[in-house]
């Protein structure tokens, strides 16, 4: 009998898409009457539920040392293989810590088996799931064939081995078709699709006393319409093309605000945008420094919001990504009620738009048939408010927690059933 389950991945903390999915599942499973517990190298947890191994975050010095040596080279040099097995020996032994410490019946693996942004935690799991048969569920966001970065390495053996092991005991779970497809063909293992979710049950937060100042505090006018880029500036995030909407878009009181910064992967591409958006006449808002985790007050006594403060001001989502694991962007804005352009990356083509959302929608470049319905989309509110609700509904009916609750019901029985 499954009582107490313990979370386990590189990082539980912020608004990063493994953290966000993470707690949904623990807010569904608490409703459930299930104990949980956590364990990472970065938490935000209370210390009376979890554990803390500095080790286990990806950032750790001793890993980004690893990872320097590990990733675009194809010889390994027999140090690092030392200092791999070494960093994964003392983890497993804090693994087997928090197994004891909280009497874990059921680890949940929040992506440390597919990524490979921490090799030695990977490697630690594994080698404790083979030594402990504990039950364990696999949830994969993202695997490292899908990242270009991962390509050239010198540690495909232990790839093979933990990204994601064979383990049969193991149950995995995917995020979308294509994961649950490659996952088969490269490792021969089934999996669970589980999609993304959000609570439609209840209704998103609006306006209130703290965010009403929103606009004005970034800058905007009562008569700017407000276009927001939800998301982090990386290239995948194709915020170019946000940007080329606004110019075509032709009218000085649209303003794109980016409301995530960039860093994950070097200034570059935010630099790359501020030159598109000043050669273009557009004004652009990258807002990070007034958007946290938490709502507070910064050094200046400015506010900070919350992304989810944001969201109840913007006219339109821009979301022209052009790879992502699944979305949470997307229900996001749907949750919020808010119209949204969205370029069809792969993942949305086939698990998304088919169950019928409808969105103002590019194919890789905005055209001046996408720029009419972006305009249709603003200034028509009888069309705005029948898309808003026909969006609302289906997500509900397909992304909602009711629909995850019954994913992972139907998961304990298999693990129980064992």
């Known amino acids: 009998m499954i009582k107490n389950i313990g979370f386990l991945g590189t990082r539980f903390q912020g608004t990063d ?4 999915e993470s707690n949904k599942w623990a807010e569904v499973l608490e409703r459930e009457g299930y104990n949980l517990f956590w364990f990472a190298g970065k938490l935000d947890k209370e210390p009376d539920c979890s554990m803390c191994i500095p080790e286990a975050y990806f950032a750790h010095p001793e890993v980004t040392w690893i990872n320097s040596r590990i990733w675009g080279y194809k010889n390994r040099p027999r140090l690092v293989t030392r200092r791999i097995h070494d960093l994964g020996d003392y983890i497993k032994g804090r693994i087997y810590d928090f197994v004891r410490q909280f009497d874990i019946d059921l680890l949940i693996i929040e992506n440390a088996l597919a990524i490979p942004m921490h090799v030695p935690l990977g490697v ?8 402990s ?18 390509e050239i390495n010198c540690v495909y053996d232990f790839l093979q081995m933990a990204f994601p092991p064979r383990e049969v005991s193991m149950q995995h779970v995917v995020i979308n078709q294509a994961g649950q497809e490659t996952l088969a063909w490269r490792k021969g293992v089934p999996s669970i699709l589980v999609p993304n979710v959000l609570d439609f049950e209840t209704p998103a937060p609006g306006i209130d006393e703290y965010n009403a100042d929103v606009r004005k ?12 880029q939800p998301t982090r500036v990386v290239p995948r995030k194709g915020i170019e093309h946000a940007i080329e909407l606004v110019e075509m878009l032709d009218d000085h009181r649209y303003k794109l605000v980016i409301s995530h910064e960039a860093g994950d992967e070097g200034y570059e591409y935010k630099s790359l945008l501020e030159e598109i958006a000043k050669d273009a006449g ?7 420094t007034r958007v946290g985790e938490r709502r507070q007050l910064n050094s200046k006594g400015e506010k900070i919001y919350t992304l989810w403060d944001l969201y109840p001001h913007a006219d339109l989502v821009t979301y022209p990504s052009l790879y992502e694991g699944f979305g949470n962007a ?4 749907i949750y919020f009620r808010k119209p949204l352009l969205v370029n069809r990356y792969s993942i949305y083509a086939r698990d998304i738009e088919p169950k019928g959302f409808k969105v103002a929608m590019m194919d890789g470049f905005i055209t001046p048939k996408v720029v009419n319905h ?7 509110e009888e069309y705005r408010r029948d898309m808003i609700e026909v969006n609302y509904q289906l997500a509900k009916k397909f992304y909602s927690y009711s629909v995850l ?11 129980e059933g064992t």
């Open 282 to 288: 557009i004004d652009i808002r990258f807002v990070s």
């Open 17 to 20: 898409g493994v953290s966000l």
């Open 217 to 228: 505090e970034l800058g905007l006018t009562d008569d700017d319409i407000m276009l927001l």
């Open 405 to 415: 609750d019954r994913k992972l019901n139907s998961l304990m029985a298999n693990i």
């Open 374 to 380: 972006v305009k249709r989309i603003l200034h028509d």
């Open 133 to 150: 048969q504990t039950s364990v569920i696999a949830h994969h966001h993202d695997f490292y064939w899908e990242r270009t970065r991962f």
């Open 330 to 333: 997307f229900l996001e804005s």
């Open 124 to 131: 630690a799991i594994t080698e404790y799931m083979s030594e």
